[in-house]
């Protein structure tokens, strides 16, 4: 079955996440999670992608990313891919796959999900029961977004900064998005959208980028729509 290429729009974001093989562990001490995140930031700066929010899991990788050309993020996740592999392997002499195959990529309905998002991404290691707040977990952007401390990886998102008119405003106002839960139905929208590569957004949100990338976001039911007039002259011929 051919793959079917990602939905991609310039200035608008992605959900990316990237596994290990068969689940394993992709990162095994600091220096691991160190290192991903230098070679992340040299080909944001290198390909053209802002970074939102981040976390690093032990087996896989949460980014909220904002490509500046069309291939900008496809380019920056194979250079990722090449470096940290190399480096894994080395590092604990193996050879062979790291990551389980191609990344997943989800494009973001910025005024409506890119929040929801940023925390669902946030949250994983307490959703995980790695730790019991936010603030313990080193290995995400949750610090900057909302403790503001330094991160030269990020840069944050205009619907981001738009929670208040001072830096402190905004500290304040992420915190608190923090004290309402994800509910079940939004996690579960999240990961699904995700995992099979679609468009999370509202309808309007989803018409309009059909019309920009001429090309359904969902495929047609098996066989096609049988009703349709452009099936049966298809058929006919």
């Known amino acids: 079955m051919p793959r079917h290429g990602r939905f991609v729009v310039v200035g608008h974001p992605q959900h990316i996440v990237s596994r290990g093989n068969n689940r394993q562990a992709i990162f095994c001490c600091n220096k691991d999670y160190s290192f991903y995140l230098e070679k992340l930031k040299a080909g944001c700066e290198k390909y053209g992608v802002e970074l939102h929010s981040y976390v690093l899991m032990t087996n896989h990788v949460h980014l909220?990313?904002?490509?500046?050309?069309e291939?900008?993020?496809?380019k920056l996740m194979q250079m990722q891919g090449r470096y940290y592999v190399q480096y894994f392997n080395y590092t604990y002499k193996r050879t062979g796959t790291l990551f389980e195959g191609?990344?997943?990529?989800?494009?973001i309905d910025t005024e409506r999900y890119l929040l929801t998002c940023m925390r669902y991404i946030e949250l994983?290691?307490?959703r995980a029961n790695m730790v019991k707040g936010l603030s313990d977990y080193p290995w995400s952007s949750y610090h900057f977004n909302a403790a503001g401390d330094r991160n030269d990886l990020l840069t944050p998102h205009s619907e981001y900064l738009s929670l208040?008119?001072?830096?402190e405003e905004r500290l304040s106002a992420y915190r608190d998005l923090f004290r309402v839960h994800l509910c079940?139905?939004?996690?579960?929208?999240?990961?699904?959208?995700?995992?099979k590569g679609w468009v999370?957004?509202?309808?309007?949100?989803?018409?309009?980028?059909e019309e920009q990338l001429s090309r359904k976001l969902a495929p047609l039911d098996r066989g096609g729509d049988r009703r349709s007039k452009a099936f049966v002259e298809n058929r006919i011929k």
């Open 164 to 167: 208040g008119l001072t830096k």
């Open 64 to 69: 909220m990313m904002t490509p500046l050309n």
């Open 184 to 195: 079940e139905r939004e996690v579960a929208e999240i990961r699904e959208s995700t995992n």
């Open 200 to 209: 999370l957004g509202s309808e309007r949100f989803k018409d309009m980028i």
């Open 102 to 107: 191609r990344y997943k990529a989800t494009l």
């Open 71 to 74: 291939d900008s993020i496809s």
């Open 124 to 126: 994983n290691p307490v």
